[in-house]
Nanobody, 118 residues
Framework: QVQLVESGGGLVQPGGSLRLSCAAS????????MRWFRQAPGKQRELVAS???????NYSDAVKGRFTISRGNAKNTVYLQMNSLRPEDTAVYYC????????????WGQGTQVTVSS
């Protein structure tokens, strides 16, 4: 079992920055990858960025060059640095972990709201 807690959301003006944090606890040694998803009102949840246990990162085309995913030194915290924010980035952002030994399961945080508006 892995528990995830996000923080760092809020209201920001277009062009501004925010950093989201996701703290993992529980069976963190079984985590294979951590990801950030987002879901805007009336839209499907979409993958924003991911980082594997080996440190490989990937980004959606919508955020490439503006967002950066990284891990803390203890590897139980993942960050999403969001720069040059746009109104279309407004969404609830969810932290996700793929974890398990043998059987890999999805674990989700509770989500944090990011609103980009003037």
């Amino acid at each position: 079992q892995v528990q995830l807690v996000e923080s760092g959301g809020g209201l920001v003006q277009p062009g501004g920055s925010l950093r989201l944090s996701c703290a993992a606890s529980g069976s963190i040694s079984s985590i294979k990858a951590m990801r950030w998803f987002r879901q805007a009102p009336g839209k499907q949840r979409e993958l924003v960025a991911s980082i594997t246990d080996g440190g490989t990162t990937n980004y959606s085309d919508a955020v490439k060059g503006r967002f950066t995913i990284s891990r803390g030194n203890a590897k139980n915290t993942v960050y999403l640095q969001m720069n040059s924010l746009r109104p279309e980035d407004t969404a609830v952002y969810y932290c996700n972990a793929l974890a398990g030994i043998g059987v890999v399961l999805n674990y989700w945080g509770q989500g944090t709201q990011v609103t980009v508006s003037s």
